[in-house]
């Protein structure tokens, strides 16, 4: 009964944060913050999934600064926890969080935006989200690579990969060129 409990209010919580500024700011008043938090990192798999909605939500509607607090909450190694889950909505939903928040610390300043970055990898955001490159579910792999592109890409140490286009829900790859001579002039 106690988990039904936390999963509803979670789940409330989510509707809340899908509203307005004001209200995601009534969420931050009520310190509320802590809450969505721990039911993200200990809670039961059916709250859990509430709170990933619920912080997703927060990330797409609040300014930088108050989405800012969520990574000083420490809310990414829970979030990205969720993204190792077998539901495709679920890691969908949570690699939009992770993406919002990332997001919005570097509209913060650069500083900020590296610190999260960082925070991100640390608590192995990096890693899992490389792995979901290779998931079956097109958004899941867009939004990686979208991730991995544009808050990480001076990592990579190959740059010159050509990634694959999208055609009618299949990937494409381009093949490499077969004549020897091509990137030559005589």
């Known amino acids: 009964k106690k988990n039904n409990i936390q999963k509803e209010a979670a789940w409330t919580l989510s509707n809340i944060t899908a509203g307005t500024s004001a209200q995601i700011q009534a969420v931050i008043d009520a310190e ?16 859990q999934k509430e709170a ?21 909450l420490n809310a990414l190694p829970p979030l990205v ?3 190792g889950v077998q539901d495709p909505k679920t890691v ?15 509209k913060l300043s650069e500083e900020e935006g590296n610190s999260v970055a960082i925070a991100f990898e640390e608590c192995g955001g990096v ?21 991995i592109d544009k808050f990480y ?6 740059e010159a990969v050509e ?9 494409e790859f381009a093949a490499p060129s077969t004549n ?7």
């Open 92 to 106: 969908t939903i949570a690699l939009d969080g992770c993406h919002n928040i990332l997001n919005n610390a570097f």
């Open 32 to 47: 509320l913050l802590p809450y969505m938090i721990d039911v993200l990192q200990r809670g039961d798999y059916k709250t």
């Open 52 to 72: 990933v909605w619920a912080i997703t939500n927060f990330t797409s509607g609040g300014d930088p600064k108050k989405i800012k607090n969520l990574s000083d």
């Open 127 to 147: 890693d899992i989200v490389e792995k979901l490159q290779n998931h079956e579910n097109e958004r899941i792999y867009c939004r990686s690579v979208e991730i």
């Open 180 to 186: 020897p001579n091509a990137n030559f002039q005589f």
């Open 81 to 83: 926890a969720m993204l």
């Open 163 to 171: 990634q694959p286009t999208v055609s009618n829900g299949k990937f």
């Open 153 to 158: 890409k001076g990592d990579e140490e190959d």
